[in-house]
């Protein structure tokens, strides 16, 4: 199976501030990288696809990059309602599976 | 819009079992795969099952394999998971998630359904 390593675990950031998350593969997974925000206490919500791809009704604050193994989440602009964990998953190979997860919190 | 609803979750001592349902609707149901994925509590998600949209093709985490069985009724909507020989380990938040079209990841999920496995 294909592990997927983020980080950091968690951090801490002010509204406004520009925020990025790291999400590493164990080998390369071309671009079939995707993220899921969980705020707390909900089900989990596809955020982006396929690297870049903004799900609908996705703030344009999020966007994603990167390609082979290395990837990126970026919050532009932090706000409250962004508070939640994040988590990458590749859909290169069965079974598809996550990265361990990114809480974000507001300092 | 695109509904899933899971029910069937609860409390069962270690070797029981359980059958989760999870009922669809707001799209065509027979068009898509559809899958289980959970959350252990404090923990991050595993992918636990999928069917295909005929319900010909079938995967399982090794976690689970030999005690779970997933299964579709596409005339009734509804997707469900068998859980047998339940462990400590299977306690989780389950949910039903839609396969997307092409790709395999999840564009919507259900609310989730907990269950937890103690003596």
């Known amino acids: 199976d294909i592990q997927m390593t983020q980080s950091p675990s968690s951090l801490s950031a002010s509204v406004g501030d520009r925020v990025t998350i790291t999400c590493r593969a164990s080998?390369?997974?071309?671009?079939?990288l995707n993220w899921y925000q969980q705020k707390p206490g909900k089900a989990p919500k596809l955020l982006i696809y396929?690297?870049?791809s903004l799900q609908s009704g996705v703030p344009s604050r999020f966007s994603g990059s990167g390609s082979g193994t290395g990837f990126t989440l970026t919050i532009s602009s932090l706000q409250p309602e962004d508070i939640a964990s994040y988590y990458c998953?590749?859909?290169?190979?069965?079974?598809?599976?996550f990265g361990q997860g990114t809480k974000v919190e507001i300092k | 819009q695109v509904h899933l609803v899971e029910s069937g979750g609860g409390l069962v001592k270690p070797g029981g079992s359980l059958r989760l349902s999870c009922a669809a609707s707001?799209?065509?149901?027979?068009?898509?795969?559809l899958s289980w994925i959970r959350q252990a509590p404090g923990k991050g998600l595993e992918w636990v099952s999928y069917?295909?949209?005929?319900?010909?093709?079938?995967y399982y985490a090794d976690s689970v394999k030999g005690r779970f069985t997933i299964s579709r009724d596409n005339a009734k909507n509804s997707l469900y998971l068998q859980m047998n020989s339940l462990r400590a380990e299977d306690t989780a938040v389950y949910y039903c998630?839609?396969?997307?079209?092409?790709?395999?990841?999840?564009?919507?999920w259900g609310q989730g359904t907990v269950v937890t496995v103690s003596s």
């Open positions: 396929r690297v870049s």
């Open positions: 998953q590749q859909s290169y190979s069965i079974p598809p599976t």
């Open positions: 080998q390369s997974i071309s671009d079939y």
């Open positions: 707001g799209f065509t149901f027979s068009d898509y795969y």
């Open positions: 069917i295909s949209s005929s319900g010909t093709t079938i």
């Open positions: 998630v839609r396969r997307y079209f092409s790709g395999w990841f999840a564009d919507y």
